[in-house]
């Protein structure tokens, strides 16, 4: 470590003192050897020019001496030479005795004396490596760049390989942009002939690519031909891109995507005359310059299959061809029939079907025909099914997601929904891979299956924000894939200011082999209902305690439908804080919940009651990826009847619908629908005060809002009773609406009938941007709730006279109490202040947000924010700008 430490000073004298590492055999003034390389190009050893120390005669040998050697036997130096006792020697066999020498590489210095045929060779050996360090690499970890280094503790000192070490990481540099990487190596001398080697590394900016010219294009502009490269131009806007870094083989990766383009759109002849890639002399960014050919523009001539393949008819083929006589010609469009015969031909069994496409190109007429051409193949059969790579998985998880099984006739779409559903798995690695190969027999085919392994067990504390539920903190332990069965293990606690849960889970996908899904759920919820004030605070209403089970079945029907079953039972209980809502309304000392204090609505949703309910969902799913889907579509139809005893009788009903479409190049297109109606099975139900109130109780409700409703607030959709408080007008004498804090409070009371559609198009960015986990999308949302029966709103002047309070009971009636104080204190105004309310909301005409959205796999923890503008609301709702939601795993 002392060698380690030393001063910058001695390395640079160390490092001058390398120039003369290597002296000439003879004090005859010949040049010393050069220092070390120090950039990317070293230069060249110089041709030692060696000499011996005084013109001698020419003789016989008499002896040969070696002095100065550390490590090596004498006789082991004079190996590596042709003198030898007895043998005439000469200057010229004396220079190649030294150039022999040399060429070792072991000595860092060699001289040969001759004293009348006594030889004496005098050596200075090449250090020992004591070790090699690494400074200034910040961009590159050490990790990475010491599998380039040749160089080892032990080994012997040589200046070549301190050049080919120096080569190769400044290479490896220049694969990640930075061609101004420089590398200085410096010798640290140690005792017993001993070195400690360091690399200093500049590693300066990384390269740009300035411009991107183009030369030659006559019939498409040069934006249109940049924006098919995978290289981009750096500009400001594209900080999050890795595209703006130069690359090689990204240039002539971008030359075939050139051509790609060229031959889409019909020119055959086109190519790229040269592509040069220059440097600026600051070495800061690269100037590209691509010179091209676009030829003649082509259209199809006659086009049509010919199958040797019984089962496939080549006229019904050509008529099914994408591409018609006259249309331009398209080189994409042609790939695709390829692929596209090939998998109808795997529909049939016939798996290595060939089917080559051949070309007439007719220069004179520009235009392009086309033969595909199907050759005779063996129908197929699955002789086996390998699974490779699962280490954890047990086989037959993978297994019976398989379409296919040994001795079936091989079908190329189940291939491709095998590989679907092992995917939708999310056991495995994404990169998962099917290969079909050869058999024992022409007519037998193996599926390899290579699956790669990931993580599927979590266990994680995390802590955030969101705009909805305030503080967040949560635990769960998750285990998707117990005991490599494919079983699901669950149990989690969630705590915030407004909800608290605690929750365990097991699923068995398929249970006792066979293709029936089973699971349960046993947890406890606490929900502290708010309702929002004039100055966007919240204050709690009712609170709800929920406690139960679940227990669920599903089993397939199709492939691609299939039918759950589930059976609940839920113990509720609903309160309200009696010193903010309740009062001696009758003034027989007895408190109740006051409809002027909470609400009617509120009022009538207290209580403990049961709910044991009956449920199905029919499902119908065809997505190739349930996790994160790119293509297909789900249909969801569910029903729940609750009444299998208990205290709540209804039929819920949903519907929900979703399709997604991939629009090329990374975009991805969908569409989503659901709606509701719950029906009740109860008789009428009145309030305390008789009332008639609806049947569908506030907790068993539909609710619209943030989340599901971007550009809204929490249930800032639909019903809802808005209640200003008044106060009396000394000089008018009439009550008006207070301004202020708390001079408003809006309850959402919830629908018995909602829709709500989304529209989503998730937009791709650059590969530096997929890295850190960023997915934006722009997306329109539309809905509404309704078909609440009003609940009665009430006006209360709440004006205090001398002899008592004068206002109207709930059923119209007029009663002069005392003053009760808690009208004062429970509502935060002097006695004189009251309110009145308005129902609002309660209607199905749309309502419509549209904006941008990012999800972010932070360092901190998933981030989701989500900008949206209401372009269409109804009196009452309640709209939100930003939302957002980020938490933290420690």
Excluded at 495 to 500: E, N, P, Q, V
Excluded at 510 to 517: L, R, S, V, W
Excluded at 760 to 766: D, R
Excluded at 789 to 799: A, D, E, L, S
Aim: with cysteine.
């Amino acid at each position: 470590m002392t060698a380690m430490k030393s001063s910058k000073r001695q390395r640079r004298v160390v490092a001058a003192l390398l120039a003369t590492t290597m002296p000439m055999a003879l004090a005859a003034g010949l040049p010393a050897a050069p220092a070390l390389a120090q950039q990317a190009t070293p230069p060249a050893a110089p041709v030692v020019a060696p000499a011996v120390v005084a013109a001698a005669p020419m003789g016989t040998i008499r002896s040969v001496t070696v002095t100065g050697q550390q490590r090596l036997e004498p006789d082991t130096v004079l190996s590596y030479t042709k003198l030898r006792i007895g043998v005439p020697f000469s200057q010229e066999s004396l220079d190649q005795a030294l150039r022999d020498l040399y060429e070792t590489e072991l000595f860092a210095d060699v001289q040969i004396r001759n004293d009348n045929g006594a030889l004496t060779v005098e050596i200075k050996e090449n250090p020992v490596i004591n070790r090699i360090v690494l400074e200034g690499n910040k961009r590159l970890k050490e990790e990475k760049i010491r599998p380039e280094i040749k160089l080892a503790p032990r080994q012997i000192y040589t200046r070549s390989k301190v050049r080919a070490d120096v080569a190769r990481i400044i290479e490896l540099y220049r694969r990640q942009g930075r061609f101004a990487a420089s590398v200085e190596p410096k010798m640290v001398q140690l005792d017993q002939n001993r070195v400690d080697i360091v690399f200093e590394i500049s590693e300066g900016p990384k390269s740009k690519v300035r411009q991107i010219n183009i030369l030659g294009n006559e019939k498409f502009k040069d934006g249109n031909l940049r924006s098919q490269m995978v290289t981009k131009q750096s500009r400001w806007f594209r900080l999050f891109s890795s595209g703006t870094s130069y690359d090689p083989d990204r240039l002539a990766y971008d030359q075939q995507k050139l051509r790609q383009f060229y031959l889409t759109e019909g020119y055959a002849d086109f190519r790229v005359i040269s592509a040069v890639a220059e440097l600026t002399p600051d070495k800061q960014d690269f100037i590209i310059t691509y010179v091209v050919e676009e030829g003649d523009r082509y259209k199809f001539g006659d086009v049509k299959v010919e199958s040797d393949i019984r089962d496939l008819s080549g006229d019904g083929l050509t008529k099914r061809l994408p591409m018609k006589k006259g249309d331009w010609y398209n080189a994409k469009q042609v790939e695709d029939t390829v692929d596209t015969l090939s998998e109808t031909a795997g529909l049939f069994g016939y798996a290595f079907a060939d089917v080559s496409p051949d070309f007439q190109r007719d220069k004179d007429t520009l235009t392009m025909g086309i033969n595909f051409r199907i050759a005779n193949a063996p129908r197929v059969y699955v002789e086996r099914v390998d699974i490779n790579g699962n280490t954890l998985t047990q086989d037959k998880v993978v297994r019976r997601e398989f379409r296919l099984a040994e001795g079936d006739a091989f079908n190329s779409f189940l291939v491709k929904r095998s590989k679907d559903r092992i995917n939708s798995l999310g056991f495995f690695q994404e990169k998962l891979d099917i290969e079909q190969k050869p058999g024992s027999a022409p007519d037998r085919i193996v599926l390899e299956t290579n699956v790669q392994e990931k993580s599927t067990g979590e266990l994680s504390l995390s802590a955030g924000f969101s705009s909805l539920e305030r503080f967040i903190v949560s635990a769960s332990i998750t285990q998707r894939n117990f005991r490599g069965k494919g079983q699901e293990l669950r149990t989690s606690v969630n705590y915030s200011a407004y909800s608290k849960s605690v929750e365990v889970g097991f699923t068995e996908p398929y249970f006792m082999d066979k293709n029936i899904a089973l699971g349960g759920d046993i947890y406890r919820r606490d929900l502290n209902s708010f309702r929002y004030l004039s100055n966007n605070d919240r204050d709690t209403t009712y609170e709800q305690t929920t406690t139960g089970f679940q227990i669920r079945a599903g089993v397939p029907i199709t492939e691609y439908m299939s039918l759950a079953l589930r059976y609940s039972l839920n113990f509720d209980d609903v309160t309200l804080d009696k010193n903010t809502y309740y009062s001696d309304t009758d003034g027989n000392g007895t408190i109740e919940c006051d409809p002027l204090l909470a609400g009617r609505y509120l009022c009538d949703a207290i209580g403990k009651r049961t709910t044991s309910s009956l449920g199905y969902s029919l499902i119908y799913d065809t997505r190739d990826n349930r996790i994160r889907p790119t293509r297909g579509r789900q249909l969801v139809l569910s029903q729940d009847f609750a009444g299998l005893g208990g205290d709540v009788k209804y039929v819920r009903t949903t519907l929900k619908g979703s399709q997604y479409v991939p629009l090329g190049s990374g975009f991805i297109f969908s569409l989503s629908g659901e709606g509701g109606y719950i029906h009740s099975l109860e008789g009428e139900r009145r309030d305390a005060s008789g009332a008639l109130v609806d049947k569908v109780r506030l907790t068993d409700r539909f609710f619209l809002g943030e989340p599901q409703f971007r550009g809204f607030d929490i249930r800032g959709v639909g019903p809802r009773v808005k209640r200003y408080y008044v106060s009396l007008n000394s000089e008018t004498g009439n009550y008006d609406r207070q301004t202020g804090n708390n001079s408003v409070s809006d309850d959402a009371l919830g629908g018995k009938i909602y829709y709500l559609a989304r529209a989503e198009v998730e937009i791709p960015l650059g590969s530096g941007a997929r890295e850190m986990g960023l997915r934006p999308s722009i997306f329109m949302d539309a809905g509404a709730v309704s078909g609440l029966k009003n609940p009665g709103t009430i006006n209360f002047p709440g004006y205090c006279s001398a002899t008592g309070l004068t206002t109207i009971k709930a059923d119209g009636t007029a009663k002069n109490p005392v003053c009760p104080a808690n009208y004062t204190s429970a509502a935060g105004f002097a006695v004189s202040n009251g309110f009145e309310e308005v129902y609002l909301g309660d209607t199905l005409k749309p309502r419509l947000s549209v904006g941008f959205g990012v999800n972010w796999n932070s360092p901190f923890g998933p981030f989701r924010i989500d900008i949206a503008k209401a372009l269409l609301k109804e009196p009452g709702d309640d709209n939100k700008l930003i939302t957002f939601n980020v938490g933290t795993q420690f």
